[in-house]
């Protein structure tokens, strides 16, 4: 009687077709980076010499011509500078916009006029879980006990969910923003989210963003005006001090300074890790302001 012959070891054999998928992910990584680090070459003289806004023309321009369709613009709908500079080079451009469901009325009537008033293709990017489905696994309020884990549910997991169908995006990071910020390039390869990143407003100064959106009459979010020089979800947003750091009414209380969409992948490590890895210092001076109520008027879709 025949017999099977022994194998060598009991190890699972490799799918082809994973393996090709291996080879091909590969392949479009070393491909996207050699494109960032031309990019980045192209551009250098422009951004030794030019001007904040012809620097963003050229960045802007460079990225419609190299990734055409494949490209987006990151948006929190803070003001609509960085759409508008785009559309300008790439008209009808998509333009992602995180709608955590924690957003304050005022970011979402931004979104709405930037949808009418620009050239762009907005596309809301949504979590998985609702809020109220949040709620009940992970308990209420969960941005004011784990804000990494909130920011990795609602925000960097959706978007890089999102961003797998795109070869590059453009983000509005400014150098000015503060000390996790003050080296970033014009043009990189993002490690985090395996695709180029842009940020064509990377020597721009607040003033001169704010000043730029009211001198076009672009649609700029109204809390700029009532102390909000950044502004994220509202439960972890609160007004900032003259003189303080812009960035410094976010997740006020907390260690916490990015949400991880620009500082690698400490909030996804959140998702391992369920403990809260961002002890609070204070809850003193959160924001009064009133969120909209997406438990009762139900998610926008």
Known sequence: MSTSPARSDDRPRENPREGDASASDQARTERLRRLAEEGAAELAAIEASGTPQEIAAAASAWAARTFGDSLAVACSMADSVLPEVVARQAPGVDVLFLDTGYHFAETLE?????????????????AKASVPEQDAEHGPRLH????????AMRKVTPLRETLAGYDAWITGVRRDEGPTRADSPLVTFDDAFGLVKINPLVTWTLEEVNGYGYEHHLPMNPLLEQGFPSIGCAPCTRRVAPGEDPRAGRWAGFEKTECGLHAGDDAEDDLADEGSRDEPISV?????????DHHRSGERR
Not at 110 to 126: A, Y
Not at 144 to 151: A, H, S
């Open 284 to 292: 003193r001076n959160r924001i009064t302001l009133t969120p909209v």
């Open 110 to 126: 931004t979104r709405d006029r930037v949808e009418r008033e620009l050239d762009v293709h907005i596309v809301d990017v949504r």
């Open 144 to 151: 004011d006990r784990d804000p990494g884990l909130c920011c």
